[in-house]
Structure formats: structure tokens, C-alpha cells
């Protein structure tokens, strides 16, 4: 690893001005990806600003009909959460299956959704409730967020402050994990809330995706038996050591009927 400069701002605004003024700043959260990435020597940022601890990212509430979490919460804040697991208790659980126990003590919702890696299981969530994430400048709608492996629309110097999720009716996600990281191999979110029916799968592309023609079918008729007849195309999925684009679209498949399944 390189030098680096190392901040801790008092809030926010202090945290954005440290990034404009640093050569190439990072925003820092649980370090879960970033410091591996530059372990690695993919990434060498001059300045790293810590978010850890700012009371301006925390907190899980119910604002209205939605669920608001700080994107400084760990994910096994999320897991553990009683306003979680009443509100959208799939969430919790979605939670409570990433990575392993340092993972989830350490890492965040803002900081998971910022990387946007491609088998990360945050996303598919995001993108099935139909949430909206709160940063420091603007809303950005869940459709509008995820750009494309490790994109998103986020400005350099922008902070996502927190997540804000509509409860949903019912929703269920089923993950086929890595058996070492974790990390799904394909993961589907299943929601029917105020927004219809969304179907979100992650671990299976480039970037998570809406399965439209799954939204489709279960909006006439909900229920696992209504995925039968939909087709999971292999075209552009990943195809990797861990399992070629055929096997990937079968377990897409898979996964969404399990999700439709288990929806409560
Ligand atoms: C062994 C291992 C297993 C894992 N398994 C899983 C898994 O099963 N499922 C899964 O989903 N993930 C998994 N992860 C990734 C994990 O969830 C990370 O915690 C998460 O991806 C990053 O969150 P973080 O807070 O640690 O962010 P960091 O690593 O600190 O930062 C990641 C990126 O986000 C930016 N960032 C951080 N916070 C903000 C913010 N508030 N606003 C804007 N930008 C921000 C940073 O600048 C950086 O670019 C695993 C990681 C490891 C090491």
C-alpha cells in the first residue's frame, strides 16, 4: 500500500471540503472494499476522509410510509434492527447473510451501494423496493443509481447521507452465495409494493438489472408458478470460473421463484 493522508471530519460539509482540496480523496465507511481494492494496488488515493461516526449518516427510522436508514449503518445494524425486521424483514435478512461477521460489523449500506460491486446484495434490494438514495446535493431514485460494474451516479464529491425505502407489501430475496466470500453468485430481490411488482437480480451481470418480463408475469398473477413459462436468456450474463452464463440464467430463475416463494 502507498502513503496517505488520513482525515477524520466533524460532519458532512467538513468531510466534502476535505475531498475537494485533497489530489485524488476517497470517502472512507467500513473500508470493507476499499482498502482491499488498494491492497491490491487498484486504487492509491492520496487522502482518505472517514465518515466513521458522523451522526449525520446514522440512525434507522420510519419517516411516512418509508423506511429511512443512514448510510453509515453497518449491515449488521440492519440485520439486528427491530424497525428493520417489523418495516421490511427481508432487509434484515438480506443483511444478515453478507460476508461474514468483520463484514458486517464493519461495512455499510452507503459505502456498499457507493462501490456497486456487481455480486453485492444491497443493490438488488435498492433497485426492487424502488428506494431512493439520499445524498449530500439530491434524491436519486433506485433506476437512475446503478450505472454499470462499480459505476453509479454519483459525483466525485457527493455523500450518500441515506436510503430511503417505501414499504413495500411483501418482499423476499434468495441469494446463491460464493461459499467462501459470500458474495452472491446470483442473488434475486422480489418486491410488490407501491411501485408494482420489481424482480432485481445482482451476481448475474455486469451490474444488477430489473427482470422485466418476471415484473411482467407476476403483476398478472403472483406466484411462483407464474415464472414457469418466463425465459432467463444467457445473453450478456457473466460467464467466470464460477460459473458460465447458462449456468448463471438457470439460477436466476431459480433464485426468483424461491424469492416469490418466500414473500411475506
Ligand atoms: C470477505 C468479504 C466478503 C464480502 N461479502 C459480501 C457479500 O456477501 N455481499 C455483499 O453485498 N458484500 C460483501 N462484501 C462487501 C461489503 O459488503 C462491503 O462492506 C461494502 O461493499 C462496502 O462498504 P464499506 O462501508 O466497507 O465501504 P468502503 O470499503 O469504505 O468504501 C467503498 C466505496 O464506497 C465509497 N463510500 C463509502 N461510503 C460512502 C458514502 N456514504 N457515500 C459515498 N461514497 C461512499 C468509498 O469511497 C469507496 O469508493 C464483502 C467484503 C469482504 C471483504
Avoid: W
Avoid at 465507511?29 to 488498494?38: A, D, H, K, N, T
Avoid at 457473466?238 to 447458462?246: F, H, Q, V, W, Y
Amino acid at each position: 500500500m502507498q502513503d496517505f493522508g488520513f482525515h477524520r471530519p466533524k460532519d458532512v460539509a467538513d468531510a466534502v471540503k476535505l475531498l475537494k482540496k485533497a489530489r485524488e480523496g476517497k470517502l472512507l465507511g467500513g473500508g470493507q472494499s476499499l482498502i482491499p481494492v488498494m491492497k491490491l494496488g487498484l486504487a492509491a488515493p492520496s487522502d482518505l476522509v472517514s465518515l466513521a461516526g458522523l451522526r449525520e449518516l446514522a440512525g434507522i427510522r420510519i419517516d411516512k410510509a418509508e423506511l429511512v436508514i443512514g448510510a453509515g449503518t453497518t449491515h449488521a445494524e440492519v440485520a439486528a434492527s427491530a424497525e428493520v425486521r417489523k418495516a421490511i424483514p427481508a432487509l434484515a435478512e438480506l443483511a444478515g447473510h453478507i460476508g461474514d461477521p468483520q463484514v458486517r460489523n464493519r461495512g455499510t449500506l452507503g459505502g456498499s451501494l457507493a462501490h456497486n460491486d456487481p455480486s453485492a446484495d444491497y443493490p438488488a434490494a435498492v433497485l426492487a423496493l424502488g428506494a431512493t438514495v439520499q445524498t449530500n446535493k439530491r434524491k436519486i431514485a433506485a433506476d437512475d443509481f446503478f450505472k454499470g460494474m462499480f459505476q453509479t451516479a454519483l459525483a466525485r464529491d457527493e455523500v450518500i447521507t441515506a436510503v430511503r425505502f417505501p414499504l413495500p407489501e411483501k418482499a423476499a430475496y434468495a441469494k446463491f452465495p460464493h461459499p467462501a466470500s459470500r458474495f452472491a453468485l446470483v442473488g434475486v430481490m422480489v418486491a410488490k409494493g407501491p411501485a408494482g411488482v420489481r424482480v432485481a437480480v445482482t451476481g448475474a451481470g455486469p451490474a444488477v438489472f430489473r427482470a422485466t418480463a418476471m415484473e411482467k408475469a407476476l403483476a398478472g398473477r403472483f406466484a411462483a408458478e407464474a415464472l414457469a413459462s418466463v425465459p432467463v436468456p444467457a445473453a450478456g450474463l457473466t460467464s467466470d470460473p464460477l460459473g458460465s452464463a447458462e449456468y448463471r440464467a438457470h439460477l436466476v430463475g431459480v433464485m426468483a421463484r424461491r424469492a416469490v416463494a418466500a414473500c411475506s
